[in-house]
């Protein structure tokens, strides 16, 4: 059976190593030269719309289940990396919005994102189930952050595409568990992108709501490492501390490690429709800098191996660290909804493995 495949240059050593925390799992090691494992690109990939007669079948799907791959470690929050606590490099932004500096050389960082009083987040470096699970989206125009969602499945945002005139998208790769350039499972290539609309760079409410998509991959990463499932919003959930996000945020170490920020809180749910599917604007008040678009919002129930989706990061309320105001004005916003699980439903139909 084969669980991975990965491209090596000639002298790299492949070796199977046993997991000291677990007698019963090994690992697949393979010592590479200074530049690592080699990018993975492709020429331009196909891309699949959705409409509402192709999704008919999907359309009642209100949840989905992940999958723990057998053995492996889970935590339910992450492990912190070594002197990165986001709250250190902030320590030159004071309350009256004076700019903020890199703590090492003293130059001036663009935020570019919403902080929402004490920035909660930090930094984490962590392979166990489901942190594994998050990955850096690379594109021809920048990079974003991503999540597997299916055997051979990933999600992220529409606005993180590079799309083309005639429906298609530029390469696009994966790199899950990516931290200061290392690529644990390597870089993964997708084949196809699976979407509701082609999202431009700044957006609107109905496209917000609509602002995600479902890469297909060459390799089947999640059989590897996992993925979580999903559940649709549910607006009697606003308001409550049951969230987590994660994603690779750009303006700390460089957007090459990802952050965590846990007890996060979704204040409004806005419908949207096009097309006659149903979608939601998920606002919040939470942490959100350019990077961490596409990153996954998800939440823990009782007596499940895995978290649940319920939306992706999507748009970036201001760029000023600020109080919440108690509305939907200049909020951060995540998008999700029923067309959300429909896109996933339809992709893990199509596309199982």
Partial sequence: MSLAEVTLS?????????????????????TVG???????????????????NRVRNHRKVREIEGMLPEGSPVTFRPKEA?????????????????????????EQLDRGG??????????????????????LIRTAGGRCSGTTIGPRLVLTASHCVNWNDDGGAGWITFTPGAFDGDAPWGEIAATQVIYWIQAPGTLSDQQTAFDYVVLVMEEDIGELIGYPGYRTYDDEWNDGSYWQYTGYPGELAGGMRPAFQGDCVISSAQGQNMGGNDALVLGHFNEFTPG?????????????????????????????????????????????GPALSTLISWARD????
Avoid: C
């Avoid at 004071?94 to 090492?104: A, F, N, R, Y």
């Avoid at 998800?298 to 007596?303: A, V």
């Avoid at 199509?350 to 493995?353: D, E, L, S, V």
């Fill in 34 to 52: 200074p530049s690592g494992m080699p990018r993975r690109r492709r020429r331009d990939i196909e891309g699949i719309q959705l409409d509402a």
């Fill in 292 to 336: 961490q678009s596409g990153g996954a919002v998800w939440g823990w129930w009782d007596g499940e191996p895995w978290p649940r989706i319920i939306g992706v990061g999507s748009t970036i309320g201001s760029t000023a660290v600020q109080s919440p105001t108690g509305s939907t004005t200049g909020d951060n916003e995540f998008g999700g």
């Fill in 114 to 135: 919403t902080i929402f009083g004490t920035d909660d987040r930090y930094l984490f470096n962590d392979r166990a189930f489901p942190w594994r699970t998050t990955g």
């Fill in 10 to 30: 000639p002298g790299d050593e492949i070796s199977l190593v046993r997991d000291d925390r677990l007698d019963d799992v090994f690992h697949v090691k393979s």
């Fill in 350 to 353: 199509n596309f199982p493995a």
């Fill in 82 to 106: 070594e002197r990165t606590r986001v709250q250190d490099h902030l320590d030159a932004y004071s309350d009256e919005g004076e700019p903020l500096k890199d703590p090492e050389t003293g």
